[in-house]
């Protein structure tokens, strides 16, 4: 079993930077893949970014259209978090970002990871 505790939301005016956090417990945290998706208010759960391990110590990451160039996904194996950096922040990433955890899964689909937290509200005000 996996937990997943999300910190780092908050207010921000339109230009600001927020970087948010996921702890997981469970002592195979490095292979997993971990996600971050995002849902507005009225809008189904999207995809952000997912950071996944390619082998050795290789970790691959991608991420939507919509956040390339702004976001940056990255991990800690050591304190078993992951972070999404986000910069340069539009409001229209204002969203509940939920972290998402596999051991398998690393793709764009929600309903295939195994494991969720509890989401954390980042709003962004023009």
């Not at 390619?54 to 304190?79: H, P, Q, W």
Request: hydrophobic share 35%.
């Amino acid at each position: 079993q996996v937990q997943l505790v999300e910190s780092g939301g908050g207010l921000v005016q339109a230009g600001g930077s927020l970087r948010l956090s996921c702890a997981a417990s469970g002592r195979t945290f490095s292979t997993y893949a971990m996600a971050w998706f995002r849902q507005a208010p009225g809008k189904e759960r999207e995809f952000v970014s997912a950071i996944r391990w390619g082998g050795g110590n290789l970790y691959i990451a991608y991420y939507a259209d919509s956040v390339k160039g702004r976001f940056t996904i990255s991990r800690d194996n050591a304190k078993n978090t992951v972070y999404l950096q986000m910069n340069n922040l539009k409001p229209e990433d204002t969203a509940v970002y939920y972290c998402a955890a596999d051991p398998l899964y690393s793709g764009t689909h929600g309903e295939e990871y195994d494991y969720w937290g509890q989401g954390t509200q980042v709003t962004v005000s023009s």
